[in-house]
């Protein structure tokens, strides 16, 4: 390692004489209207920038002779204009003609030098914020689902959705692919409290968009990865100078606003931007609980330039409530099932639950059911860019933040009687030869038939709350040779996160409904005693079933050379990492609280802590390396393939202590290995990619959980090795002006080759599952589209597919294909007597799930024997048919 940094020093240290060419001039487009942020580069380079507010640019260059200056900006053709470096100052303006082409654009993720997507030798897709808005998501499944490679599962609502990427296993969330705002993820580590990524920010129109980059160098920058990484980029005053309110109305509810304001701060002369941004929205929907989803969430930075760098802070406050679907019961052909009152029952969560209290030993507990997924806090991120010269830059990054997170999940259709059922014979299984029962409404005296369904829910409270540090700070040194250039980056990367897993669990009986009434249940046994089976909808107050307290560092390394030649790039790079983390697992025991002798014994005693802790420690270090190379065959056409060899540190909430100082099994990074080679086209009239891939993944730790004597805990733990083969294309083709045809698809061949599971409650092993398909992951996904845009009317109509899948590693339940279609348009109008005004009204609509497909994303996660022929089936069906309406003012 030292002979390593030494030699790091010395590279940074030495410092060729060049004669230095500066570049200048304007960017605007055909009006005359100045262009910020678009990007120049003297190709075959590193040596560029990215024009102003006022459409300025200035840069200095070492390279001599003759050199072609690009330049780049999404929705305008690029140019390309040769010039002759010799010291001399050269002016150079550029107006921009609308058009271009996607795969011009800059990268901003995993990269340490500007270069297009095009000259990029990884799988990259990225989405601008125009398209989102226009989208009306409902989640980032909604954002990132027609990415080839991509499996999202959004049927949750808002939040916590599920990504699973390139046929690698996992549970979903965000397991192999951090969710990153501005290059530094929302959390560092993954696996302290399982909380996805996503439920700690929310999408706003404050992004210029996201990038997806998948495989090679992906690995070795910043907090690292194993498959890919999801990057949103904010805008800031001085490329995004502009206004807009976005106003959103949906059916069932919903009301949004967004806003985003961005420009200079202070006189002609500042050097000073702002940027503010947000919304404020609630939601009765998609689905219909009683509880609404409401919240507020603001983003802002202040970017100061100088002239050889920039310093920018960015901020995020959130305070959020956003409630979450779960699988239900279904009938045996996997459809709704009517209720009691003739409706298809799509959720069981009941607002009556709402300010749910009940004794434990350590004092009163309120249930914070009625926030749903609930997130209060925020991040502040500091951003500083300094070129020393033209030839040595340096950047850091250092980010802060502090989250109360609670995640309410509530499980409808879960218990002993966990499939709808009649009132009678519900009494008949609870209290076989009783005497007689009395089960009433809830807060009323309607005696309730006994013939309406009733059914058994859990509920579990999950309280997360989670503190992050995280900082990364990078050099890069470029070294002219004879036929190319050299850019070696060096840096580091370190992270903190410390969280909370407190779980407190119940269990509820409603009538099998919408919005469903509680049901309040005695009777007298067979013996002639009293008994109050159910109070205020619970029938069980289980209480506190997990008390754990983790946290984990991360300290990283890497060095990596982007090299150019002629018509050749090759990236090397590696990387090394250690973790240390500790695990806190605290006791629980159940104790009497209730002295009612009427009560069942699941209503009197309640579960609690007792202070008393086991504590172990954890540690691993492994190491990554990407290697990858891209060759220019033609104009239009670029061939490339990378190969990277990677990790992943498991779940610490998978390596609970069993004693002081003591794992059950032995802690140890995941090894992750890629191989991608591929094709990108880039014409006038088609532009698109194609690759295939393979991705292997050894010493996988998967976590199941199951139900123990009606508790929800980790069942069980396996050790896994799977393989992917995959063929993966996505093009935009051209059909006439403003008219395109864009498409993606994706083939995966996917098996575990390994898998030794045990049984947490017994502590038996067992080989299963070997061969078989991974669970939930399609072999083919794609999607399908035609888009009109003119700058004044646009118009879109989009297919995207999932195709069919196994619930469960077992292979025993299949799930059918599901095929969401979308339908929108808008039209702009022009705002202002002044027929140069910038300012416009957008007016438009969209409908997500247009013909209302039903289809299941997941069957019970939390059974993994479920049948698939049975009466009832577990699942959870997609979001249903949604009508959207937008106004959109920018001025």
């Known amino acids: 390692m030292k002979k390593i940094i030494f030699t790091l020093l010395c590279v940074f240290s030495i410092s060729a004489t060049f004669s230095q060419t500066d570049i200048s001039g304007t960017v ?34 070492s390279l001599e002779g003759t050199q072609t200056v690009k330049i780049s900006y999404l929705g305008y053709e690029s140019q390309e204009k040769v010039v002759t470096l010799e010291g001399s100052p050269i002016n150079l303006n550029f107006v921009l003609q609308e058009g271009g082409n996607a795969l011009d654009e800059v990268v901003l993720t995993a990269s340490a030098t500007f270069r297009s997507q095009k000259e990029t030798p990884m799988s990259i897709s990225s989405i601008k914020q125009r ?68 439920v700690y920010a929310r999408p706003d129109i404050g992004f210029k968009g996201v990038e997806f980059v998948r495989g090679g160098a992906a690995v070795l920058y910043g907090a690292g990865s194993v498959a890919g990484i999801i990057n949103y980029t904010s805008k800031t005053g001085d490329s995004n100078d502009e206004n807009i309110i976005n106003l959103e109305w949906a059916d069932k509810g919903r009301l949004k606003t967004d806003f985003y304001t961005g420009g200079k701060l202070g006189g002609e002369d500042s050097n000073t931007y702002y940027a503010f941004t947000g919304f404020v929205r609630k939601d009765d929907g998609p689905i219909e609980t009683g509880l609404p989803t409401k919240g507020v969430q ?32 279904l009938d045996g052909n996997r459809k709704r099932i009517a209720g009691n009152d003739g409706e298809d029952v799509s959720q069981l969560l009941s607002g009556e639950l709402a300010n749910t209290s009940f004794l434990t030993a350590g004092g009163v507990y309120e249930s914070p059911i009625e926030d749903g997924v609930f997130t209060q806090g925020g991040y502040l991120m500091a951003d500083f860019n300094y070129d020393f010269a ?22 409808g259709g879960n218990g002993d009687n966990n499939n709808p059922i009649t009132l009678n014979d519900y009494v008949g299984n609870v209290a076989p030869g009783n005497l007689g029962f009395t089960a009433q409404y809830q807060g009323t005296s309607t005696t309730i038939n006994g013939s309406d369904l009733v059914v058994d829910n859990l509920h579990v409270d999950r309280l997360r709350p989670m503190t992050d ?11 002219e040779v004879t036929n190319g250039t050299h850019n070696i980056t060096g840096g580091v990367y370190l992270a903190r996160t410390e969280a909370e897993d407190v779980n407190y669990q119940y269990r509820v009986l409603s009538e099998f409904n919408n919005n469903p009434q509680l049901v309040n249940l005695s009777y007298v046994d067979a013996g002639g005693n009293d008994v109050t089976f159910s109070t205020g909808g619970l029938y069980n107050r289980i209480g506190m079933t997990s008390n754990k307290f983790l946290s984990q560092n991360k300290t990283a390394f890497y060095l990596t050379d982007e090299m150019v030649f002629d018509k050749w790039r090759f990236d090397v790079g590696f990387r090394i990492e250690n973790t240390e983390g500790t695990f806190s697992n605290g006791n629980i025991v159940e104790s009497q609280v209730y002295d009612d002798a009427t009560l069942t014994p ?5 579960n609690f802590a007792d202070g008393s802790f086991t504590r172990a420690n954890v540690s691993a270090t492994d190491w990554a390396v990407s290697l990858a190379g891209l060759y220019k065959l033609s104009d239009p056409v670029n061939l490339y393939a990378n190969f990277s060899r990677g990790f992943f540190f498991p779940q ?98 996917h098996e575990i080759s390994k898998n030794v599971s045990t049984d947490l409650t017994n502590n038996t092993s067992s080989t299963t599952n070997e061969g078989n398909e991974l669970a939930r992951q399609p072999n083919f996904l794609g999607s399908i589209g035609l888009h009109y845009d003119d700058n004044q009317f646009d118009a879109l109509f989009s297919i995207n597919h999932t195709g069919s899948k196994f619930a469960a590693d077992n292979n025993t339940v299949e799930l059918d294909a599901i095929s969401i279609a979308r339908i929108g348009a808008g039209y702009m109008f022009k705002m202002g007597d002044n027929e140069d005004s910038d300012d416009t009204l957008r007016l438009g609509f969209s409908v997500f799930n247009l013909f209302n497909d039903e289809g299941v994303t997941e069957g019970d996660p939390r ?24 106004a959109t003012f920018s001025f």
């Open 131 to 198: 398209e989102i808005t226009k989208l009306s998501a409902n989640s980032q499944a909604d954002i990132i689902r027609s990415i080839p490679g991509i499996t999202a599962e959004g049927g949750g609502g808002e939040t916590a959705t599920n990504v699973f990427v390139r046929g690698l296993p996992s549970g979903g969330q965000y397991v192999f692919n951090p969710l990153q705002y501005d290059g530094m993820p929302l959390m560092s580590t993954f696996g302290l409290n399982s909380s996805a990524h996503d």
């Open 28 to 61: 605007k487009d055909k009006a005359g209207v100045p262009i910020t942020g678009a990007n120049l580069l003297i190709v075959g380079s590193s040596s560029g920038a990215t024009s102003d507010f006022d459409g300025n640019y200035s840069f200095s260059s």
């Open 652 to 749: 610490i909430r998978g390596f609970t202590p069993i004693a002081s100082g003591v794992t059950g099994s032995k802690y140890d990074s995941e090894k992750i290995t890629q191989f991608e080679v591929g094709a990108k086209l880039g014409t006038a009239k088609l532009k698109g990619s194609v690759a295939a891939y393979y991705v292997g993944l050894s010493d996988r730790i998967k976590i199941d959980q199951g139900f123990v004597s009606g508790t929800l805990v980790d069942l069980t733990r396996s050790e896994q090795s799977t393989r992917t083969i995959g063929l993966e294309a996505s093009f935009d083709y051209s059909l006439a002006d403003n008219l395109s045809l864009r498409g993606t698809a994706t083939y995966q061949d």
């Open 298 to 329: 603001f983003r802002a930075n202040i970017k100061k330039k100088f002239e050889n760098g920039s310093f920018t802070v960015h901020g995020q406050f959130i305070n959020d409530k956003a409630q979450f679907f779960l699988p239900l019961p």
């Open 469 to 479: 540090y995280s900082g990364e700070a990078s050099l890069t040194k470029t070294l």
């Open 390 to 411: 033209d030839d040595l830059k340096f950047k850091s990054k250092v980010k802060y933040a502090n989250y109360k997170h609670n995640f309410a999940l509530y499980v």
């Open 863 to 886: 059974n993994v024997n479920q049948a698939g022929d049975a009466e009832f089936f577990f699942g959870r069906p997609i979001l249903p048919r949604r009508f959207f309406l937008t």
């Open 602 to 606: 699941e209503l009197a005693n309640v």
